[in-house]
């Protein structure tokens, strides 16, 4: 768990009056948020978000937090607010990692969605968790409305909303994509086929025009437009937008990162509309009619500060400056090592996120489990627990394997054989590094053996993550064998420690220590 989150949360002044909560659109209880997140109740804590917000994570990520939760924080007043966005995207993250909502008994009424943005997405899951029957219409070929064709990847990754979808389709929800409802099929039909409710969310694609002269012309296009799919226009390299708000900015980024030399925003007031936090600081060079100077970028380089996931926005801007620069710019720059520092802490902590990260003193080690080890602790299941542990300031980084049994019958393990597909490896213990026992509170016997990884190895598992089932067998000294298949959240698990595994291989000691400990 990166060590930011954590230091926020603890930051809370737990308010009898919370502003932060007065000032959220939907009312979400921060303040319980963050004492279940404190106690360890991640999970408790998730469900919270969900059943408030089933897009809690969205929110997380493109809600305009200044003026909002965090613009309402009593800390903010004379220093920073909590940074309540980043507590709330990692635990929404791994709550929509980790749960796979049962299927509810079915009431026997249907309800038709048309239209999948932010509305109809809410409206499908609330209404599929009460047992109703959903099936979702969308004119386009995927789902998410706005949320996939308005907003840039760069703020709102699409795999949200793909996995989304998965957890739509395990609730038992239909989806008809390239379906309009009045074209071949209009309301009555929807009615004639049993829908009891429709639900309509088709949201906003029609743009606003200004009434201006030269709005027809072939050069001229509208924002929402654009931003369904940059790739098919040409919008040249001098481009300007009229507007400040997200979109605009959404749009002036989104022409960068295509080619555009110069981009210019004309705003109709001093002051920009869209999130300063995301996007204002990257705004503030296109009103400059000027191009990026590599003075320019490294005044921005040099805001960057402590690199921790709050200060993503300083880093964004300055790379997306940085990119703008051709070659003779970018070689101009003389401090581009700090940025390329920073982006490398930066994607530590955010795989560091996803894990919990606990510093021994005694030990001067830092020691990585996942939140899923906790769950097989508590637990007493069958399962897999990755963990990493590194020594000497950084320079020593070693990959354990934790293999778990919980069961009926007494197993002293010998040998555990892993397949999946046409992979198959067989781990031979070490009786130094395995036990097992008898639990009398559970009734069950328990076994488990530690493994030490070699790169050899954690790729060969990555390999074995690629079958669509792997079968772990747990072999006894007296031949009794015990077949487990791995669950999601075990497959998750070893996806998270392995990604930050090569991240943490990939840089220097210094920036292994620096990312750890900022």
Known sequence: MALHVINEARRCLHCKKPLCRTGCPISTNIPVMIEQFLNGNIDEAGQML???????????LVCDHEKQCEGHCILGKKGSPVHISSIENYISERFL????????????????IIGSGPAGLTIAIILAQRGYSVTIFESHDRIGGVLRYGIPDFRLPKSILDRYQQRLLELGVRIRPNTTIGGALRMDD???????AVFIGTGVWRPNSLGIKGESLGNVHFAIDYLCNPAVYN???????????NAA??????????GARKVTVFARKPALAASPAGDVPFAVLAQQNSAVTPEQVEALISQIGTVTRSRRAAIVAALDAYNQLDDAGKAAVTNFGVLAEAQQILGIQDALAKCNVNYDAVEDCWAITTPHDDSIDKRKTCGIGPNLYIWDKGNTIVFWEDFTYM?????????????GGDYK???????DNSDYGYDKELGKWFA?????????????????????????RFEGTDYSKFDYTWTVQDRQAITDIIDLYNLLKAVTPEVREKALCN
């Open 249 to 258: 900015i959404d749009a002036a980024r989104t022409i960068l990162r295509h």
């Open 407 to 419: 069961g009926s019958s007494e197993l002293d393990i010998d040998d555990i054989i892993l397949r």
């Open 50 to 60: 969900f059943d408030n917000n089933p897009l809690s994570i969205v929110c997380s």
């Open 235 to 245: 919008p040249g390299e001098v481009v300007s937008v009229i507007g400040a708000g």
């Open 97 to 112: 990692a980790v749960h796979h909502p049962p299927r509810p008994r079915q009431n026997g009424m249907a309800a038709a």
């Open 190 to 196: 929807l009615f004639r086929d049993g829908y009891s």
């Open 425 to 431: 490896y067989t781990y031979i213990c070490d009786y």
């Open 448 to 472: 488990w053996a530690t493994f030490e990884m070699e790169d050899s190895e954690v790729e060969w598992l990555r390999n074995l993550l690629s079958a669509d089932t792997v079968i772990m």
